[in-house]
C-alpha cells in the first residue's frame, strides 16, 4: 500500500476530527442514558406523562442529528487515511484550508456547497 503523505491541512483537522468524535460520542451517551431513565418510569398524571413523550421525542430528535454529524465525522477521517481529504466530492477542486479550519468534515469546496 502506498502511503500518501498528510497535508497541513489533514493534520491539523484530524486532531479538530478526532476531538470532535470523542464530544459526540459523550454527548450520545448522556443522551441514551437520559432516554432510559425517561422509560423506566411511566409517570401516572397525563400532563406529566406527555410532558415526557415531548422530551423523548426531543431527545430522539437530538440523537439523530448528533448521529449525522458523527458520520460526517468519520468520514473526514477516513478521507484522511485515504489520501482524499480537502478535495472538493463534486468538482474534485480544492476545498481550501481556511474552508476546512472552519469546519473540518467539509465535504465540498465554497462554490459546490453554495450550490448544494
Ligand atoms: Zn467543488
Given at each position: 500500500m502506498v502511503r500518501i503523505p498528510e497535508t497541513r491541512s489533514a493534520k491539523l483537522s484530524r486532531k479538530a476530527l478526532l476531538t470532535r468524535k470523542e464530544q459526540i460520542g459523550a454527548l450520545l451517551a448522556r443522551l441514551r442514558r437520559s432516554e432510559d431513565e425517561l422509560q423506566a418510569v411511566r409517570r401516572p398524571d397525563q400532563l406529566d406523562h406527555a410532558a415526557d413523550l415531548e422530551a423523548y421525542d426531543v431527545l430522539q430528535a437530538l440523537q439523530s442529528a448528533e448521529a449525522i454529524d458523527l458520520a460526517e465525522v468519520e468520514a473526514a477521517l477516513q478521507r484522511i487515511s485515504m489520501g482524499t481529504?480537502?478535495?472538493?466530492?463534486?468538482?474534485?477542486g480544492v476545498v481550501g484550508e481556511q474552508r476546512l479550519w472552519a469546519v473540518?468534515?467539509?465535504?465540498?469546496?465554497m462554490g459546490c456547497a453554495a450550490v448544494r
Amino acid at each position: 500500500m502506498v502511503r500518501i503523505p498528510e497535508t497541513r491541512s489533514a493534520k491539523l483537522s484530524r486532531k479538530a476530527l478526532l476531538t470532535r468524535k470523542e464530544q459526540i460520542g459523550a454527548l450520545l451517551a448522556r443522551l441514551r442514558r437520559s432516554e432510559d431513565e425517561l422509560q423506566a418510569v411511566r409517570r401516572p398524571d397525563q400532563l406529566d406523562h406527555a410532558a415526557d413523550l415531548e422530551a423523548y421525542d426531543v431527545l430522539q430528535a437530538l440523537q439523530s442529528a448528533e448521529a449525522i454529524d458523527l458520520a460526517e465525522v468519520e468520514a473526514a477521517l477516513q478521507r484522511i487515511s485515504m489520501g482524499t481529504y480537502g478535495e472538493c466530492e463534486r468538482c474534485s477542486g480544492v476545498v481550501g484550508e481556511q474552508r476546512l479550519w472552519a469546519v473540518p468534515q467539509a465535504r465540498f469546496c465554497m462554490g459546490c456547497a453554495a450550490v448544494r
